[in-house]
């Protein structure tokens, strides 16, 4: 049972997104406004684990959403979550971001820390933060479809219909696809990481 409203323990009733997509398309920027922020956080976590730099990321999480605003009048209920949508803009930005050649295909140390921080002990935070570098460093050797594959599954949490929406490809390639990441990582990962 849940708390009268303005009690404690009382349950936010869930967002209706596509209710709020109706509103923005009518002009109403509140709507689109509590839209950018039920998502920017999983654009820039994609953004940010496909370009490595936080800057950069930053500035395309704008873009995806300055063009989204553009085109939401284009979009129409298909059976997916706005965030599949808004992760495709952010995945054409960043494809046109890599043709640009002004990108650079390796993720620094210092933003790995930052975006890894433990908040348990020390020992936990190094243990932490070793097993993430390594396991990082195992994703980057896969190859681009395999990445991306295991970016949206894993890291974004996005269902297979919504990353196969994203990747231009059937749920079933998409299954195999990830069957083929997860089983060659399970191959490149260490020993004590299996």
């Known amino acids: 049972m849940t708390a009268p409203p303005g009690e404690p323990g009382q349950v936010a009733p869930p967002l ?5 997509v109706r509103r923005a398309q009518q002009g109403d920027a509140e709507a689109f406004g509590q839209l950018y922020d039920h998502y920017v956080a999983m654009v820039f ?7 490595g730099d936080r800057a950069a990321a930053e500035d395309l999480t704008s873009e995806t959403f300055v063009r989204a605003l553009r085109r939401i009048d284009s979009l129409t209920y298909q ?13 054409n930005l960043v494809l046109d971001h890599v043709k640009s050649s ?11 820390r930052d975006a890894d921080r433990a908040t348990d ?14 396991l990082l460093s195992c ?7 395999q990445q991306e594959c295991i970016s949206l599954r894993f890291l ?10 994203v990747m231009g ?6 299954k195999a696809l990830q069957h083929r990441a997860v089983r060659r990582l399970a191959r490149l990962l260490p020993e004590g990481l299996r």
């Open 16 to 20: 209706d997104v596509w209710e709020l």
């Open 156 to 165: 974004q949490g996005l269902s297979v219909s919504e990353t196969a929406a």
């Open 102 to 112: 002004r990108y650079r295909l390796e993720v620094t140390t210092a933003d790995m």
């Open 169 to 174: 490809k059937k749920d079933g390639a998409i």
């Open 121 to 134: 002990g020390p020992e936990d935070a190094v243990v932490q933060q070793l097993t993430n570098e390594q």
């Open 139 to 145: 994703v980057r050797q896969l190859g681009g479809e």
């Open 79 to 91: 059976g997916r979550d706005v965030g599949a949508w808004l992760v495709t803009i952010a995945r």
């Open 45 to 51: 976590r994609y953004l940010y684990h496909r370009v």
